[in-house]
């Protein structure tokens, strides 16, 4: 696998993407992606079925070569061994483990803590603490001991976050962690993300199509479709008609608009 450059002069901020493209099966998906996460940040990114989110989460992740740009993590090029244990991924499909697989709570939380950085370095005792911890701060010590086939859909998450917790991860990615889960999950899985951020300094970055949410809790937003066409302080996200002409949709009706991004969006 091939990555863009390093970046000279990246600083030690969370995420330094530069004119970043990323193309798959030929096709360019995202293209002209400029973006910087300061420590400390919460970013919603926002955007239609197929606007290249995953991807761009995945380019970040190193687990998709790109075809122009650069990306630096805290300075370092994706998949750095410099960046094991600092950068948490949780995916819905993280989360959808197999049904033979048994795994408790704690054992898949425990997962989270050995690494190939840390495997020899980090002592029993201390990642015991850091599992207790981090299944404490989702709320899970009543499931500890649960295996994870017969948690909800929202406690799954909660348990694949506290294993991304354990690894003592500063900065976060999700891809759409509240696809599947109810107002009451959700709404606590918000509130937990707004903790890390504001109490443990996390930086966290949130892919959803749940517009409401997002608006709910992150400081910062970004609508994706091939590149970015809007990225500032939630307050002010535009709304539908000047998303619509962001977009370069024409009105069809008089009051024409377009609410695709809002599709998958919760009752
Ligand atoms: N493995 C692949 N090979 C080729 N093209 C792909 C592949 N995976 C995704 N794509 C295409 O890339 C585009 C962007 O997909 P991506 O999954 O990044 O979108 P998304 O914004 O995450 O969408 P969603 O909101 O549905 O999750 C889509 O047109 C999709 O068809
Ligand atoms: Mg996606």
Not at 99 to 116: D, F, M, P, Q, Y
Not at 132 to 156: F, H, P, T, W
Not at 226 to 249: C, M, Q, V, Y
Request: glycine share 8%; net charge negative.
């Amino acid at each position: 696998m091939q990555f863009g450059s390093v970046l000279q002069d990246p600083g030690d901020n969370p995420l330094e993407i530069e004119n970043l493209s990323v193309k798959r099966s030929g096709k360019v998906i995202i293209k002209d992606i400029d973006l910087t996460i300061k420590h400390g940040e919460f970013v919603g990114i926002v955007g239609p079925n197929g606007s290249g989110k995953s991807t761009l989460l995945l380019a970040i992740l190193g687990e998709l070569k790109f075809a122009t740009g650069t990306i630096g993590i805290y300075g370092k090029p994706p998949q750095s061994r410099k960046l094991f244990g600092r950068v948490g991924w949780v995916s819905q499909a993280a989360s959808n483990l197999p049904k033979h697989v048994r795994i408790t709570v704690r054992e898949l939380v425990h997962l989270g803590t050995l690494n190939a950085g840390n495997l020899f370095s980090l002592n029993d005792q201390r990642r015991r603490e850091s599992v207790r911890k981090a299944i404490e701060m989702v709320g899970l010590e009543n499931e500890q001991n649960v295996d994870v086939s017969r948690l909800s859909g929202g406690q799954r998450q909660r348990a694949v976050i506290a294993r991304a917790l354990a690894s003592e991860s500063e900065f976060i990615l999700l891809d759409e962690p509240l696809v599947g889960i109810d107002r009451e999950a959700r709404n606590s899985l918000l509130k937990l993300l707004d903790q890390l951020c504001h109490e443990q300094g996390k930086t966290i970055l949130m892919v959803s199509h749940d517009l409401t949410a997002i608006r709910q809790t992150a400081h910062r937003m970004i609508f994706l479709e091939e590149t970015i066409r809007f990225d500032g302080p939630t307050e002010s996200f535009p709304d539908l008609e000047k998303l619509a002409d962001l977009r370069g949709i024409a009105p069809v009706h008089e009051q024409g608009c377009c609410t695709d991004i809002d599709s998958k969006e919760e009752e």
